[in-house]
T-cell receptor, first 112, second 116 residues
Framework: GNSVTQMEGPVTLSEEAFLTINCTYTATGYPSLFWYVQYPGEGLQLLLK?????DKGSNKGFEATYRKETTSFHLEKGSVQVSDSAVYFCALGITGRRALTFGSGTRLQVQP | EAQVTQNPRYLITVTGKKLTVTCSQN?????MSWYRQDPGLGLRQIYYSMNVEVTDKGDVPEGYKVSRKEKRNFPLILESPSPNQTSLYFC???????????????FGAGSRLTVL
């Protein structure tokens, strides 16, 4: 079956630190990969996505590269801000399926 | 503003008392879905709908019902809530009936339900 594994949180960083949140997946077929972000009290928002191997998704300073050989889609940011504090979800979608498969989420706390 | 609206945002109820969580989208989306979010489990799909009068079970449908009488609305019904349905619920919608890599979900702000 399909599954997504994320590193457990919370991840606590100081402002301007480098961020990596690991995400690996197993999937039948060729998935598209997503990172969604959930700010406190809000619903999930799409942060970035990649639809095929070696694609790099990027948005708001965040990046993730679709690595088929390692089945990974790690999220990175060079310099985090307090406003990046949120829960980050990695997800995969298989064309034709009716739902995305989400990881368990990683809480990021950025301290000033 | 394009959005998915859920109500209520917070609800405390007791075991067995029927409740409905409403979901409405103003984007003319074909696809709508309900997820529940639980600590350590991420989001799990409860039900989805690809069009009016077309609904189907997701991964965790037990104890829930849905209906899709109008394109914009997709209410989640708990006929006899139990404490294990205490959770954070999200409604989501998408333009296309079939999810694909080019397609993304738009989520509501969530409804936190507590069943005592």
């Amino acid at each position: 079956g399909n599954s997504v594994t994320q590193m457990e949180g919370p991840v606590t960083l100081s402002e301007e630190a480098f961020l990596t949140i690991n995400c690996t997946y197993t999937a039948t077929g060729y998935p598209s990969l997503f990172w969604y972000v959930q700010y406190p009290g809000e619903g999930l928002q799409l942060l970035l996505k990649a639809t095929k191997a070696d694609d790099k998704g990027s948005n708001k300073g965040f990046e993730a590269t679709y690595r088929k050989e390692t089945t990974s889609f790690h999220l990175e940011k060079g310099s985090v801000q307090v406003s990046d504090s949120a829960v980050y979800f990695c997800a995969l979608g298989i064309t034709g399926r009716r739902a995305l498969t989400f990881g368990s989420g990683t809480r990021l706390q950025v301290q000033p | 503003e394009a959005q998915v609206t859920q109500n209520p945002r917070y609800l405390i109820t007791v075991t067995g008392k029927k409740l409905t969580v409403t979901c409405s989208q103003n984007m003319n989306h074909e696809y709508m879905s309900w997820y529940r979010q639980d600590p350590g489990l991420g989001l799990r799909q409860i039900y989805y709908s690809m069009n009016v009068e077309v609904t189907d079970k997701g991964d965790v449908p037990e104890g829930y019902k849905v209906s899709r009488k109008e394109k914009r609305n997709f209410p989640l019904i708990l006929e006899s809530p139990s404490p294990n349905q205490t959770s954070l619920y999200f409604c989501a919608s998408s333009h296309d009936r079939v999810l694909s890599g080019a397609n993304v979900l738009t989520f509501g702000a969530g409804s936190r339900l507590t069943v005592l």
